[in-house]
């Protein structure tokens, strides 16, 4: 039978009122009842129910995150990132999946509400209008992480995705490349693929070097998507000598399909990712990448977003992480 708070109560012949200022650590507890409280919440393991401590207490020590999904390394880092700040500062971490569905993402914003989170950190490759609106309105403390939104007066952590790709995209055409195709996000999707494709066309441009259409493809961010995506690309005409790929998992994708069908990489077709995710290197030929520490992101995030909890003066609004470009063997230098 579950013990409740009125048990234990009754078994150290207390009220329901002192046991709980025992649980919250209230100095108005003489030291014998007290011990008396701790002995009987020993003996029966009682855990007060944190819900209910919330709805007396008005708050909780509770840091929701909302992203799309959880099944990558960059996202992971992220997340245990955010953990182990919220654990040194004392608070509870608590996940929801919006699988990117606009209606699951409003669902876990309110759910968080509901639950009087203390603050909410969002991922922010994707968020639509509606949920801005939901967040400017709500007035719970919110971070958004893994996108620049300085035009929004909500803070932000990311990566500098434009001057990331910008960098990766110039040293391909340093090594003498020329016809440098991109895999980039959907157009549709606001997530970071738009600003490293901004990156990629900078970029080109800044080297007088035409931005074709032709050697644009979309792609969902998968190893399968990316695989079709290049299939596309191989169909369309002649392969270009070089491919930037808005992710790792599109270029390890694009990667396998030209093996299967007996193009080499790189001294046909040299390959440039975005991420370095643990696959980079386990690959063959290694994967050269845009490096960044999912990690740090996630820390900063949680870092800030405890600030704002506690009302403290932010030094900036918006943050970017560091990044540098990992050089591994998917790249050929022209002559």
Same mark, same amino acid.
């Given at each position: !039978?579950?013990?409740?708070?009125?048990?234990?109560?009754? !078994?150290?012949?207390?009220?329901?009122?002192?046991?709980?200022?025992?649980?919250?650590?209230?100095?108005?507890?003489?030291?014998?009842?007290?011990?008396?409280?701790?002995?009987?919440?020993?003996?029966?393991?009682?855990? %007060?129910?944190?819900?209910?401590?919330?709805?007396?207490?008005?708050?909780?020590?509770?840091? +929701?995150?909302?992203?799309?999904?959880?099944?990558?390394?960059?996202?992971?880092?992220?997340?245990? +990132?955010?953990?182990?700040?919220?654990?040194?500062?004392?608070? #509870?971490?608590?996940?929801?999946?919006?699988?990117?569905?606009?209606?699951?993402?409003?669902?876990?914003?309110?759910? =968080?509400?509901?639950?009087?989170?203390?603050?909410?950190?969002?991922?922010?490759?994707?968020?639509? #209008?509606?949920?801005?609106?939901?967040?400017?309105?709500?007035?719970? %403390?919110?971070?958004?992480?893994?996108?620049?939104?300085?035009?929004?007066?909500? %803070? *932000?952590?990311?990566?500098?995705?434009?001057?990331?790709? =910008?960098?990766?995209?110039?040293?391909?055409?340093?090594?003498?490349?020329?016809?440098?195709?991109?895999?980039?996000?959907?157009?549709?999707?606001?997530? $970071?693929?738009?600003?490293?494709?901004? +990156?990629?066309?900078?970029?080109?441009?800044?080297?007088?070097?035409?931005?074709?259409?032709?050697?644009?493809?979309?792609?969902?961010?998968?190893?399968?998507?990316?695989?079709?995506?290049?299939?596309?690309?191989?169909?369309?005409?002649?392969?270009?000598?070089?491919? =930037?790929?808005?992710?790792?998992?599109? $270029?390890?994708?694009?990667?396998?399909?030209?093996?299967?069908?007996?193009?080499?990489?790189?001294?046909?077709?040299?390959? =440039?990712?975005? #991420?370095?995710?643990?696959?980079?290197?386990?690959?063959?030929?290694?994967?050269?990448?845009?490096?960044?520490?999912?990690?740090?992101?996630?820390?900063?995030?949680?870092?800030?977003?405890?600030?704002?909890?506690?009302?403290?003066?932010? *030094?900036?609004?918006?943050?970017?992480? *560091?990044?540098?470009?990992?050089?591994?063997?998917?790249?050929?230098?022209?002559?």
């Amino acid at each position: !039978m579950k013990i409740t708070i009125k048990d234990v109560a009754r !078994m150290a012949n207390v009220s329901i009122a002192t046991v709980s200022r025992v649980i919250n650590n209230s100095p108005t507890v003489g030291s014998d009842i007290r011990q008396r409280v701790l002995d009987v919440l020993e003996a029966t393991q009682f855990r %007060p129910n944190a819900i209910a401590r919330t709805l007396v207490k008005n708050n909780t020590s509770l840091i +929701g995150v909302l992203l799309p999904e959880i099944k990558n390394n960059v996202l992971d880092d992220m997340v245990e +990132g955010i953990n182990q700040v919220a654990r040194l500062y004392g608070y #509870d971490v608590m996940i929801a999946l919006s699988g990117g569905k606009e209606e699951s993402e409003l669902h876990y914003y309110n759910l =968080f509400r509901e639950m009087q989170a203390s603050g909410i950190i969002v991922s922010a490759s994707g968020i639509r #209008d509606s949920l801005f609106e939901l967040i400017e309105a709500s007035k719970i %403390p919110c971070l958004l992480v893994g996108r620049d939104y300085r035009e929004k007066s909500i %803070p *932000s952590v990311h990566v500098d995705n434009v001057s990331a790709a =910008f960098e990766a995209v110039t040293y391909l055409i340093q090594q003498g490349h020329r016809d440098i195709a991109m895999l980039r996000g959907a157009k549709g999707d606001i997530s $970071a693929g738009n600003h490293r494709f901004q +990156g990629y066309e900078q970029a080109l441009k800044a080297a007088h070097l035409p931005v074709r259409a032709e050697r644009i493809l979309e792609s969902a961010i998968s190893v399968e998507e990316g695989a079709a995506s290049m299939r596309k690309l191989y169909d369309s005409g002649p392969l270009p000598t070089a491919v =930037f790929c808005a992710t790792d998992r599109i $270029a390890i994708g694009a990667m396998n399909f030209l093996a299967e069908i007996g193009v080499k990489v790189p001294e046909q077709v040299s390959f =440039f990712g975005f #991420d370095d995710i643990d696959m980079t290197v386990i690959i063959r030929p290694k994967l050269s990448t845009v490096r960044y520490s999912a990690s740090e992101l996630g820390m900063v995030a949680a870092r800030n977003l405890i600030k704002l909890i506690k009302g403290e003066e932010l *030094s900036a609004y918006h943050w970017s992480v *560091s990044h540098q470009l990992q050089i591994r063997d998917s790249i050929a230098k022209l002559s």
